[in-house]
């Protein structure tokens, strides 16, 4: 049987692996268009910041997948799908090949989303996705004193403490009223604000940038009401769009991404999808426990179909800065009626905690300052467990949640 996989990202190398131990006897590949064996994007701003080196990124070096018995095809683009003919198109090198598969993931992955900013397009304009991404930003970020980061979500600031921890000046803009707008109420928002800013980050809210500015190189960036923040370099961070485009061309059932059911399927027979590029029930996860759990149930189903079933991922995030700790879980901002909405706030500390409960069940939770309680309160949203018994107690510090997820209370 061989399996052919497009994308090296988490995705496509979870996938390999868990093909390989269910089917020792299969003929697996890999193809990826990146030219570099399989690297940890959450760690480019630790290489970015100069505090590793290109090697230590390799977390699967290219003995792993000849010891694993994966083939794995670098820098090689997959250019069309035939799924009739169950047949791929890849440039290689110049020339065009074909390669048949009998089972196909796409994990073809997501890249940055530029908002139709005039100017985008200027020297010392960059987004941040890739290695070469983080090698040009790094080279260009020697020659320069400012930097504009235009986003405030996870990688805005996570990349923005990089910058920072190279000696430059950095500013962030961020069109919401609050930074980390997905993760984070107002009230949490305040409190991470004021931390960052104790670092040495100048945030500006409710700021639309309308332009990137400069004469061939950048000079700063414009906002929609006429301000302007300089800066000799831009980072855009402002979301991800899924890579749909070879899904899409062969005629395969796509919306924001590419449409899979409870198996990863895709509507095309034995096509497969995993991570990034995946949508289930309406839903981009865009995280790595999504692609690692994906991956798993497709690689089970296209060994054998209908074995594993895949029912969604309790989203959840951290924010990797030194010194601040950061978890957003489920439906973490949620408000409304429909909820109970629990907060602790200590701004001398930097504490904040906040709870959301549904129907008594703790749907989503925010954990500024507070380590401890990430898994057992992930456990308890993915358990859905009835907490109403505990609902006035369940930010007491007294109150073992450990043993409350565990069912020991
Ligand atoms: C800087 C950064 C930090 C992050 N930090 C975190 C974090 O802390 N926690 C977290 O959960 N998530 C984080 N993420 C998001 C996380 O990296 C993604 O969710 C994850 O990489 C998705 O994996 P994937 O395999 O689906 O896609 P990708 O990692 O994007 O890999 C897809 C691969 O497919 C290749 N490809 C695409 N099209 C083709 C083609 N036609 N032919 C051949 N190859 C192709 C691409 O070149 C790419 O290498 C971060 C992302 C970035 C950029």
């Known amino acids: 049987m ?8 988490v995705a496509g190398v979870t996938a390999a692996q868990s093909i390989v131990r269910a089917d020792p006897a299969a003929e697996v590949h890999i193809f990826g268009a990146e030219p570099y064996p399989y690297y940890q994007r959450p760690r480019l701003w630790e290489f970015l910041a100069g505090e590793i080196e ?13 010891a694993q018995g994966i083939q794995v095809h670098l820098g090689t683009r997959v250019t069309a799908l035939d799924p009739a003919e169950h047949r791929l198109t890849l440039a290689d090198g110049g020339s065009t090949k074909f390669v048949v598969y009998d089972r196909l993931l796409l994990a073809t992955g997501a890249r940055p989303f530029v908002p139709p900013f005039a100017g985008a397009d200027k020297d010392g304009v960059f987004t941040l996705r890739t290695l070469d991404d983080a090698r040009a930003m790094r080279a260009y970020a020697g020659d320069v004193l400012s930097v504009v980061v235009i986003g405030c979500g996870l990688l805005g600031l996570e990349t923005a403490r990089a910058l920072l921890s190279l000696g430059l000046d950095v500013s962030l803009i961020e069109s919401a009223p609050h930074l980390l707008p997905r993760q984070l109420d107002a009230e949490g928002a305040q409190v991470l604000q004021a931390r960052l800013e104790a670092m040495g980050l100048h945030f500006l809210t409710n700021a639309a940038t309308e332009a990137i500015l400069g004469n061939g190189r950048v000079t700063g960036v414009r906002l929609k009401d006429g ?5 000799e370099m831009v980072l855009i961070s402002t979301g991800i769009r899924s890579r749909i485009e070879l899904a899409r061309e062969a005629g395969l059932e796509v919306n924001r991404g590419l449409i899979v059911d409870e198996q990863l399927r895709t509507s095309a027979a034995d096509v497969y999808a995993a ?34 079933t895949y029912s969604g991922t309790v989203p959840a995030t951290t924010l990797k800065i030194v010194g601040i700790d950061l978890t957003s879980l489920g439906e973490a901002t949620a408000t409304g009626d429909e909820f109970v909405v629990l907060r602790q706030m200590g701004p001398a500390t930097g504490v904040y905690r906040r709870l959301a409960l549904r129907d008594g069940k703790i749907v989503g939770a925010i954990l500024l300052g507070d380590t401890q309680n990430v ?9 859905g467990r009835d907490v109403s018994a505990y609902s006035d107690r369940l930010l007491d510090e007294n109150l073992d949640l450990k043993a409350l997820a565990q069912g020991l209370s």
């Open 2 to 9: 061989r399996y052919v996989i497009v994308g090296n990202g």
């Open 54 to 66: 290109q090697q230590t990124l390799y977390f699967r070096p290219l003995e792993w997948y000849a």
């Open 227 to 231: 301000r302007v923040v300089e800066g």
């Open 275 to 308: 991570g990034d590029v995946a949508e289930f029930e309406g839903v981009v996860y865009g995280i790595i426990p999504a692609a690692i759990e994906q991956a798993q149930v497709a690689a089970a189903n296209m060994v054998a179909d209908g074995s594993a």
């Open 375 to 383: 898994r057992p309160l992930k456990q308890l949203i993915a358990t």
